[in-house]
């Protein structure tokens, strides 16, 4: 690996792990070789959400949820994006895009991600992650992306569908290793796309040599699919038509109570845990389970032999309870200057080491350097 010497400060050598500095950033470089992983226990959590929506329930509870317990695990270290650039494969209002993204970044703190634990950045301001995404676009597979799940439904019935939005996988691949990623925290829908993460990096370290570490999704086993309110069987999303379908992490009481009273259930009006036979009941349950921190066999044992009534009147004082702590301190961060000053502190720390991943693959892959 090629290292600018100027910028090299410090080597550990029983894990081989080297420290760069870029202004006033230390930033440690684990990846060196195969011998050096081996050592190294590291772990690093990287993830993303996009902002082409306001963000849903689901968004915090299958993946910002896990960013903030993440984050306080030790020896490990955490970066969270905001990927405007995937928010792009779609038609955007540049506007609304612009304050979508700073939005998420408040989200992201006002959820609990803290600055101080973790990097907290937006994509487009690292550009080596559309550089990766390209270099990355030249060692995949027509065939690999043919068949992901969300192209075919993004893409159903719609005249022209941006090139984007096929190989928006491939730049989803270069987010996640260009930070030596180990694990990705991610909701159930993300899974075919590290799967072909996986793929493409294996399928690189054999023919370039050993250059990728190699990530595993993190996918919780409840909360990892929420389902939409009005029709249970399908996954509840921030840019779904159906308004009633979701609730908004922004989102007052009054506007989301309805939509818990209204949820789609089933005629039994008896409580029970059963994801294929009782969808509508079950997501009701794993909601609350997630928001009030009660196991789901608890919640059931509790509301036996009650209505569905009870428990979605219950339901709407405990999502009230938690979104309300949520909206509070999103509106304590409402500093613009200070949150760009947080993303900007991220970029930074984070383009040391997209960089360091940039050269080398493009050693690797035989791009002059000079
Ligand atoms: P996005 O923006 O659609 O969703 C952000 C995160 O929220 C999770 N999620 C859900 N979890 C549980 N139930 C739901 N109903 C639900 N809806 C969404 C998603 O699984 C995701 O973890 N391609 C990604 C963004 C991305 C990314 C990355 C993620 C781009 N690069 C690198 C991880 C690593 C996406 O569109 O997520």
Request: net charge negative.
């Amino acid at each position: 690996m090629v290292l600018n010497q100027d910028t090299t400060i410090g080597r550990k050598p029983s894990h081989a792990i080297i420290y760069v500095k870029k202004n006033e950033n230390k930033v440690r470089i684990r990846f060196i070789s195969v011998k050096s992983r081996e050592v190294d226990t590291l772990k690093r959590f990287f993830s993303g959400v996009q902002p082409s929506g306001n963000l849903t329930i689901g968004n915090y509870l299958g993946a910002i949820k896990q960013f903030v317990e993440l984050q306080h695990e030790p020896d490990a270290e955490a970066f969270y994006c905001v990927v405007d650039m995937h928010a792009i494969t779609v038609a955007q209002d540049p506007e609304e895009l612009r304050r979508r993204t700073r939005e998420i970044a408040q989200i992201y703190l006002a959820c609990g991600v803290d600055p101080k634990q973790a990097t907290v950045f937006i994509q487009s301001h690292v550009k080596e992650h559309a550089e990766l995404g390209w270099l990355l676009q030249c060692a995949s597979y027509m065939g690999e992306l043919n068949r992901m799940t969300q192209f075919k439904d993004k893409a159903e019935g719609k005249a022209n569908v941006n090139v984007g939005l096929f190989t928006y996988p491939i730049l989803m691949a270069a987010d996640i290793l260009l930070y030596d990623t180990t694990h990705v925290p991610v909701g159930n829908d993300q899974k075919q796309h590290i799967e072909l993460t996986r793929d493409i990096a294996e399928r690189f370290n054999n023919k370039y040599g050993d250059t990728f570490v190699i990530p595993e999704p993190k996918i919780q086993e409840f909360g990892a699919r929420i389902m939409a309110l009005d029709e249970p069987t399908k996954k509840m999303s921030k840019s779904a038509e159906s308004e009633a379908s979701r609730i908004a992490i922004l989102e007052t009481p009054d506007v989301f109570k309805k939509k818990i009273m209204r949820a789609v259930t089933d005629t039994e009006n008896s409580i029970a845990f059963d994801e294929t036979n009782k969808p509508g009941i079950s997501n009701l349950l794993t909601i609350y389970s997630m928001f009030a921190d009660e196991s789901i066999e608890s919640l059931v044992e509790r509301y036996h032999g009650q209505g569905y009534g009870t428990l979605k009147k219950d339901l709407v004082e405990v999502v009230t309870e938690q979104l309300s702590k949520i909206q509070q301190r999103f509106n304590e961060y409402n500093d613009v200057a200070e949150l760009d000053k947080i993303l900007r502190a991220g970029a930074e720390k984070a383009s040391v080491i997209a960089e360091q991943t940039c050269n080398r693959v493009k050693d690797a892959m035989g791009l002059l350097r000079i």
